[in-house]
């Protein structure tokens, strides 16, 4: 399988070199050259297998022999084997035909373990494998840290190192990275806020010669693994409510559109899916876009969903890829309209995105709303990117015969400062995780320079 850029300049690459590189040279972002195809026989055939077996023949594809078979099963059971639920991501049936996908039972309680939990271990196979050693630089402001964090602290070959803003991130989001106390993980605490941490993070990107060679590698959304870990559970959710010999639809809490996209490359496969919703919060980019033809930035808001807030949703290039039809030049043309201007699309690319994709967008007063109302009705207490969800599947759904799987990307512990304010007394954290308030910390505190940075990073990596 090769990879080639979505603004159709840079040179095509291999599924390695693909993980290894993000971003192309272009400033595209990699997709496969086409799609693999998924049988109604194959589908069938997936029908009571384990959550780590159909991720292995959803992806292995992608990975185009690249790595071998029973190495590639190996490190997918590894990596799902970090899951709290034997099901991996279980299906909880709200009603008649609404069902939550759980996909927050990894180690950080979010979605972005299913992808960052394999990503880590793929990396380091083809980096021992090449007999290098590579750092992952990455800024947060609060939750992909940990999972990137997670997803490397077993990984001979990576050290990473994550940069959040001091004294402004909460005291779970920081102790979950924090309290990891691996040799290869370095958390840097930043005197500044969250612009100044990814800026030194960019910074060192674009001038690696700190690092003397050593590969510095990027595990944020648009790496395109994240992307195929995601679509697996697209696939084996709906076959367990059917597929292939019925049509299933997906509600996606959405930000960087990462998520939303890897279901579209589960229908490109050949799912069976009616429709899309992506829910949004009232950083609503996705929702103007498909809704007003308004595709501009507009402030960053804080919301009470807070992994959802967004200016730019960067993945959602891949889909407008698809739109124009693979024209790579249209889509460079857009994106750069864009980054000036505020920008429309071409008609017959909107209507393609319609025909698949509604969208929603739920304000901070509605997603209060929401939790009591699915309390009321299910005994569920949803996370508030959840809860965006749940009413985006209500108010969106074109057919209510049509099973709908909204996607569940927290659990609601993590975010209890929402559940709270919606009248909750709280939500306990987990077991496996209950003392992690007494948990020893590690971090270092730096002031917001890049020589400090830099430095700091040269001489803490282990190679
Ligand atoms: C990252 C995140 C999202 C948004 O996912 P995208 O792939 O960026 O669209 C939604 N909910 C939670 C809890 C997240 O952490």
């Known amino acids: 399988m090769r990879y080639i850029s979505t603004r159709g300049q840079a040179p095509a690459l291999s599924f390695e070199d693909v993980v290894l590189t993000g971003m192309a040279s272009d400033g595209g972002l990699y997709v496969p050259e086409s799609f693999p195809s998924l049988s109604a026989d194959d589908l069938a055939d997936m029908a009571g297998l384990s959550y780590a077996e159909i991720a ?4 292995k594809p992608f990975v185009g022999g690249e790595i071998d078979d029973d190495t590639f099963r190996g ?3 590894d990596a799902y084997a970090t899951f709290s639920h034997d099901a991996v991501v ?11 996908l759980e996909l927050f039972h990894g180690p950080t309680l979010a979605f972005k373990d299913v992808a960052l939990q394999l990503l880590g271990r793929i990396l380091d196979h083809f980096l021992s494998k090449r007999g290098e050693r590579a750092v ?8 992909t840290g940990s999972a990137a964090i997670e997803g490397c602290r077993h990984c001979d070959n990576l050290d990473i190192f994550i940069l959040h803003p001091h004294n402004r991130v909460s005291e779970v989001q920081r102790r979950q990275m924090t309290t990891v106390l691996a040799d290869n993980v370095f958390n840097i605490a930043i005197e500044g806020n969250f612009d100044d941490a990814q800026a030194m993070v960019k910074a060192s990107f674009a001038d690696q010669s700190f690092l003397n060679g050593t590969r510095l590698v990027a595990v944020n959304s648009i790496n395109w693994a994240r992307i195929m870990a995601q679509v697996v559970y697209y696939v084996a959710s709906a076959v367990a409510v059917g597929a292939p010999h019925r049509e299933v639809s997906f509600c996606v809490p959405s930000a960087n559109f990462g998520n939303v996209f890897a279901g579209y490359v589960a229908w490109r496969m050949g799912l069976p899916v009616k429709q899309f919703i992506i829910a949004t919060n009232a950083n609503d980019i996705l929702h103007r876009t498909l809704a007003d033809n308004d595709f501009s930035k507009r402030e960053l808001l804080a919301t009470l969903a807070p992994s959802m807030d967004i200016v730019v949703s960067s993945n959602f290039e891949r889909l407008l890829f698809e739109a124009y039809e693979r024209d790579g030049q249209a889509v460079n043309e857009l994106l750069s309209r864009f980054q000036q201007e505020p920008a429309v699309l071409a008609d017959a690319p909107l209507e393609r995105l319609r025909d698949k994709f509604a969208s929603h967008s739920v304000d901070d007063a509605t997603i209060l709303e929401v939790i009591r109302e699915a309390h009321h009705r299910t005994q569920e207490i949803l996370d508030p990117h959840t809860a965006t969800g749940y009413r985006a599947a209500e108010r969106e759904r074109v057919d209510a015969a049509t099973p709908m ?7 609601p512990a993590k975010f209890a400062e929402a559940v709270v304010k919606a009248g909750f007394p709280g939500v306990p954290l987990p077991p496996h995780m209950d003392d992690l308030l ?6 270092s505190v730096l002031p917001a320079e890049l020589d400090a940075v830099q430095s700091f990073v040269a001489s803490h990596r282990r190679s």
Not at 56 to 59: A, K
Not at 405 to 411: G, P, S
């Open 90 to 100: 279980p299906l909880n049936q709200l009603d008649a035909n609404h069902f939550l």
């Open 56 to 59: 292995f023949r959803v992806m």
């Open 136 to 143: 992952i630089m990455g800024a947060t402001s609060g939750d």
């Open 405 to 411: 799987i909204t996607l569940a990307t927290a659990h």
């Open 438 to 443: 007494e948990r020893e910390e590690r971090y």
């Open 75 to 77: 490190l997918v059971r």
